[in-house]
């Protein structure tokens, strides 16, 4: 069964950090891309940042560039999202999607993610 189950959401003060974590289990972790969204309320899901597992190249979204890091972790089939300097407006629902195998990163678009989490809740107050 094919799954991401993300975790380490929570509520922070602004200024603080979380690391989210997405683990992955019945699909191949390697040569595919996985990345991060976020969804407020009454807003669009918008792209925070990808990873393409096969070289580990990465890409952010500009509203998060140079506060959030996106890696991966192999041995656990792990992603993480590490999110520093924190703000409120960063707020939201943030889900971990997949494309299918050997899609790469160029797009960011949502569609394009056929493999979706649950999402872990963030809440960051002023």
């Known amino acids: 069964q094919v799954q991401l189950v993300e975790s380490g959401g929570g509520s922070v003060q602004a200024g603080g950090s979380l690391r989210l974590s997405c683990a992955a289990s019945?699909?191949?972790?390697?040569?595919?891309?996985m990345g991060w969204f976020r969804q407020a309320p009454g807003k669009e899901r918008e792209a925070v940042a990808r990873?393409?597992?096969?070289?580990?190249?990465?890409y952010y979204g500009d509203s998060v560039k140079g506060r959030f890091t996106i890696s991966q972790d192999n041995a656990e089939n792990t992603v993480y999202l590490q999110m520093n300097s924190l703000k409120p407006e960063d707020t939201a629902m943030y889900y971990c999607?997949?494309?299918?195998?050997?899609?790469?990163?160029?797009?960011?678009?949502?569609?394009?993610?056929?493999?979706w989490g649950q999402g872990t809740q963030v809440t960051v107050s002023s």
């Open positions: 999607a997949a494309k299918p195998l050997f899609r790469t990163c160029t797009s960011s678009s949502p569609t394009g993610f056929t493999i």
């Open positions: 990873i393409y597992l096969g070289d580990s190249s990465t």
């Open positions: 019945g699909l191949t972790f390697s040569r595919r891309c």
